[in-house]
């Protein structure tokens, strides 16, 4: 059986976040895969890209779950569902 590459991961991961209606920019990076879900983003954010990850056969060490980062040589860049929220102006008014 042949190893999956981490772009193969990478893209069911980005479609998987896509169907859960969440909004995310996602980064794929010659070692790993980054999320971000923008400042203050709820704790089940995280909860979730880990358990896809899981799903999807990425390695807790393939994923980097964050607010925002930047820096990074990207191989690709996916922004789903809109991307990261401002978490702060909707904790603010009770919205999720």
Known sequence: MMEVS????YDTFVESIRKSGKGAKITLTPNDIIVEFGFDYPDELAE????????????SRELS???????HKSIKI??????PKNWRMLNRYGRR
């Open 6 to 9: 981490l772009e193969e991961k």
């Open 78 to 83: 996916n922004t789903v569902n809109g991307g």
């Open 48 to 59: 979730l890209a880990f358990d896809m990850a899981d799903q999807t056969g990425i390695s």
């Open 65 to 71: 779950v964050c607010a925002e980062s930047s820096g």
